[in-house]
């Protein structure tokens, strides 16, 4: 039989533990006096504890992110009274909502969401959220627990290139299980997604976004002060990285056109597996093989600038049929080896050819030159 938690316990993990310790009392079983996988109230009991602002990061509020800074914990996500929040729980009514008089509906602990132009503001849904039909949706100012067995937190299913998804200041959190290989992913979009002052956790794909066709990285898809935090994977083969991007070619816009994304002034930490092994990458674009097409595109450019990304196989993997990438101003921190880290960076050699790399640093501060393995954590 699994030990109980109280609420004076679960208080004292939210302020002193970290997500991984209480995944860990999830996980087995040990979770408000319950014997099996925690339900979507008793995980919403335990979020209520453990809330400190910026929910389930490892310490408490410490004021919005400014303009050009880099996330970092506590600075980003919902950051308001969760008092203030409208809760919907899997199959509550929508009277009152904004859902209601929308073709929304339940599908088990799934939210599918039916309506174009939605601004869903200031609710905490315990459930995942995918936009199945419809064109552009908004979330800000939320909170997103997403129950165990579900692979999406927050999503759009609408078509390749199909649809504007923009999300502000919201926390998303995954709830891992036993016996899920994949625990999932945060964010997906297959249209032009837009990602601004989120805290992310608690799952194995941070955001799963696709490059956006545009004529510059001003209009493709824009990932901006989020942080990405306490992922989780169970399995030492699965494939996780923090953010994932690999559309050129791929099947979201085909041959459609020259496609851009840009990371900017975002921060991950270090999320290991069960046997210490890192992420496969801290941010990872492109294919991993090249070919004939790789020369004739069309192609994604990738825009990162004034990130923190301390971890991964390679801690940046800019692979084939890409063109045009920028990397400036970031931090890469060291290799860890002990992790089974490889380096730093692994640069696709055409990519390499066109790229624009400056004022990047290592884990001491010295300037960082892509392809080498970077300095050993001491």
Known sequence: MANTVTDTQMTDLGGNGSLRDRQFV???????????SPTVSDMAKALDLTFRGGLLSSVGPSGPVAPGERASAGTVGYLGDPGDLIVLNPGDSFVGTVFEGTSTTWDGNALLINASNLVIDGYRINASVTHTGGLNLTVRNSVIVTPQGQFWCLSTDLGPGLG???????????TPGPGISTIGTAVGCDGRLVLRRCDISGVGDMVHPCGYQGANF??????????????TFLDNEQHADYIQCTNTNSGYLGDAGQTFITIEHCAT????GPAGVA???????GHTTGGPSEFVGP???????NCYMPSGAYH???????????????????????????????????????????????????????????????
């Open 26 to 36: 999830y996980l087995d079983g040990q979770y408000a006096g319950a014997d099996t």
């Open 164 to 174: 504007n998804f923009l999300i502000e200041d919201t926390t998303i959190i995954g």
């Open 218 to 231: 001003a209009g493709g898809t824009i990932i901006s002060q989020c942080y990405l935090h306490d992922g």
């Open 269 to 272: 930490d270090i999320s290991l």
């Open 279 to 285: 992420y496969s990458s801290g941010f990872t674009s």
């Open 299 to 305: 192609h994604l450019s990738l825009k990162v600038d």
């Open 316 to 378: 940046l993997r800019i692979q084939a049929r890409m063109n045009n990438c920028v990397v400036t101003n970031n931090d890469f921190g060291f290799r860890n080896a002990v992790n089974d880290e490889f380096g730093l960076s692994a640069i696709d050699a055409f990519a390499a050819s066109t790229i624009t790399w400056s004022n990047n640093i290592d884990g001491n501060g010295n300037p960082y030159v892509y392809g080498s393995p970077g300095p050993d954590a001491p």
